[in-house]
């Protein structure tokens, strides 16, 4: 499957290593992940926040450097569907440009349409699920 993450699965993978951490890494051996300059960009600056001790920190650029260097790099227009958090408009519009089958958030409440054109947004959880990793 095509995948698009949204930040904040990345600093949860980041912060505990549990549920999120494990499949993060079975998404990174397992699917295809979609990232624009401007969802690189999102991750290094937060990843950097004030609130992550160092530790967390390392864990999240790690996760980051992790999804990058597998991940396919493309460019997206806007597409001009609003978000209810507007710095969610980069994912939803990488998840259209790359044609991805999935945006894979833990905000489903600022993807209030729960699908942009042949994309679906779906969480970790329902995502781990949909994709046969539940005995995580």
């Known amino acids: 499957m095509i995948v698009v993450i949204d930040c904040n699965v990345i600093v949860s993978a980041g912060v ?19 990232i624009t300059a401007d969802i690189v960009d999102e991750y290094a600056k937060v990843a950097l926040y004030s609130k992550f001790s ?12 992790d999804v990058e260097g597998c991940a396919v790099l493309i460019e997206a227009v806007p597409c001009g569907i609003e978000s ?3 710095s969610d408009a980069p994912y939803i519009d990488a998840a259209i440009a790359g044609e991805a089958d999935y945006l894979i958030t833990g905000n489903l409440k600022h993807f ?10 779906i969480g970790v959880r329902g995502f781990a699920e949909l994709a046969g990793m539940v005995s995580l």
């Not at 505990?16 to 979609?34: K, N, Q, T, W």
């Not at 967390?56 to 980051?64: K, L, R």
């Open 16 to 34: 505990s290593d549990g549920f999120v951490r494990r499949v993060l890494r079975r998404i990174i051996a397992e699917h295809e992940i979609i």
């Open 54 to 65: 160092s530790q967390v920190s390392a864990n999240i650029q790690s996760a980051i450097a």
């Open 84 to 86: 209810p958090d507007p």
């Open 112 to 121: 209030p349409d729960g699908t942009y054109g042949n994309v679906r947004v």
